[in-house]
């Protein structure tokens, strides 16, 4: 039988996974925070030049989902959202 995360122990390795990215995005000018989860959903918001970059949809599920699903295997998908 799986064991399985608390709301807390989830947000806490999301939050992890998306430190281990900040250096690279900053790099950029950019930055990600992690606003909630829902039902499996990691629903982010895209700060400073990652709001308006057109590499932000490849940044986002190339790096940023990767990372998350890695740490937290059952999160379904990273969404961008406003708020």
């Not at 949809?57 to 961008?80: D, F, Y």
Request: with cysteine; net charge negative.
């Amino acid at each position: 039988m799986e064991a399985t995360m608390s709301e807390k122990e989830t947000i806490d390795k999301i939050e992890e996974a998306i430190k281990q990215l900040r250096p690279f995005l900053e790099a950029d000018g950019g930055d990600i925070k992690l606003l909630r989860v829902e039902d499996n959903v990691a629903k982010v918001k895209l700060l400073g030049a990652c709001k308006d970059c057109n590499m932000s949809s490849m940044t986002l599920k190339a790096g940023v989902e990767e990372a998350v699903k890695k740490a937290v295997p059952h999160i379904e998908r990273v969404e961008a959202v406003e708020d």
